[in-house]
Structure formats: structure tokens, C-alpha cells
T-cell receptor, first 113, second 110 residues
């Protein structure tokens, strides 16, 4: 069966510090991968999605970036965090064909102080 | 353009009462439809999905939803609410990509 992991689970970082959040998927190959952000009491905002290694599409211009160095690894980064980057970050995957739903990881709670 | 509207950002029901969470969508092509549940500080879990075929779909935890093309709706129901149903619920539509509603927070009153 497929599983999706995110780490860390929680993170407290000062403004201006770098960020690296990691997401890995097991039990499937060539998944579509997604990064979402959920601000307090709000819905999901799609940040990035990837259909393959090195292929990243950005949905919202901001100081965040994403990379996919391996088929089942998706990384969210920032060089300098802003207060507005605080939120709950969710990684998700879906099949590349014939499957429609997205499956979500447990999330990372980021607090920028 | 595709969109998803969830009517009511907060819904409260008594334990044992009917749960009805509303979702309407707009799509120029037949969509795939989903309901997800999110418990505090957790990821989203798929409750049920409609792709093709029977318009009444059953999901986990006793939930079901009916796709009504004429009303462009996909409302989520459960006959009898349990305390454990208290959570955030998201409706989603997939056409070329996923579109999520803004969520409905369900409170169950004992």
C-alpha cells in the first residue's frame, strides 16, 4: 500500500531564517505531487505541483520554492521566512493516470516568530 | 471556470441528528467529485468520491453523498451524527486539476 510521510511535524523558525520541508511517498511510482498551505481557519491554497522529476509548477508567487530531486521526494524551501509563511503545510500525491483522488500527508505546522 | 462552493462555513448538529453539508460546483465538463475530512492538526482523509456510474456514493464512517447534475450539487449526509464526526470537511472537484472548497467546520453537540 502507499504511504506518504512529511517531516518535521512541527517547526518554529525566526523571521529571515531558511526553511526546508520534506515529503516522501512510498509504494507508488511516478506520482503527481502537491504542496498546499492552510492558514489558520482557512481553506487549502495550492502552492506547487509536480508531474515528474525536476518538473515544478508554481501556483502562487511568493518567497517559497519547491524541488523534486527524486521520483518520490518533494521538498519545499525558502531562503528567508516571513511572518506570513506561518501555517499548516500539506503534501499530497495522486496517481499519474487512471486514479483521480489526492492522498495527503500528516502535515507540518510552521510557526514563524 | 471551475469552482467549488460550500454553503455554511460552520454547521452545528446535535448528537444523533442528521448531518447535511452542502457543496455546489461549477464545471464546463463532467467533474470528478470528492469529500475529505480533516481532524485538528492532521492531513485530509478521503471520505468518498464520485467518478462515474451510480450517483449515490457511500463512504467511510457512515457518510454518503449524491451527485445531482441538474443541481450541480454533491451534498454530504449522515443519518446520525456522532461526537467523533466533529471535524473540518472539504468538498473538491477535479477537472483538469483539483479545486477545493473553503471547508465546513462541523460541531456535534452532546
Amino acid at each position: 500500500s502507499q504511504t506518504i510521510h512529511q517531516w518535521p511535524a512541527t517547526l518554529v523558525q525566526p523571521v529571515g531564517s531558511p526553511l526546508s520541508l520534506e515529503c516522501t511517498v512510498e509504494g507508488t511510482s511516478n506520482p503527481n505531487l502537491y504542496w498546499y498551505r492552510q492558514a489558520a481557519g482557512r481553506g487549502l491554497q495550492l502552492l506547487f505541483y509536480s508531474v515528474g522529476i525536476g518538473q515544478i509548477s508554481s501556483e502562487v508567487p511568493q518567497n517559497l520554492s519547491a524541488s523534486r530531486p527524486q521520483d518520490r521526494q518533494f521538498i519545499l524551501s525558502s531562503k528567508k521566512l516571513l511572518l506570513s509563511d506561518s501555517g499548516f503545510y500539506l503534501c499530497a500525491w495522486s496517481g499519474d493516470r487512471g486514479s483521480y483522488e489526492q492522498y495527503f500527508g500528516p502535515g507540518t505546522r510552521l510557526t514563524v516568530t | 471556470a471551475q469552482s467549488v462552493t460550500q454553503l455554511g462555513s460552520h454547521v452545528s448538529v446535535s448528537e444523533g441528528a442528521l448531518v447535511l453539508l452542502r457543496c455546489n460546483y461549477s464545471s464546463s465538463v463532467p467533474p470528478y467529485l470528492f469529500w475529505y475530512v480533516q481532524y485538528p492538526n492532521q492531513g485530509l482523509q478521503l471520505l468518498l468520491k464520485y467518478t462515474t456510474g451510480a450517483t449515490l456514493v457511500k463512504g467511510i464512517n457512515g457518510f454518503e453523498a449524491e451527485f445531482k447534475k441538474s443541481e450541480t450539487s454533491f451534498h454530504l449526509t449522515k443519518p446520525s451524527a456522532h461526537m467523533s464526526d466533529a471535524a473540518e470537511y472539504f468538498c473538491a472537484v477535479k477537472v483538469s486539476q483539483f479545486y477545493f472548497g473553503t471547508g465546513t467546520s462541523l460541531t456535534v453537540i452532546p
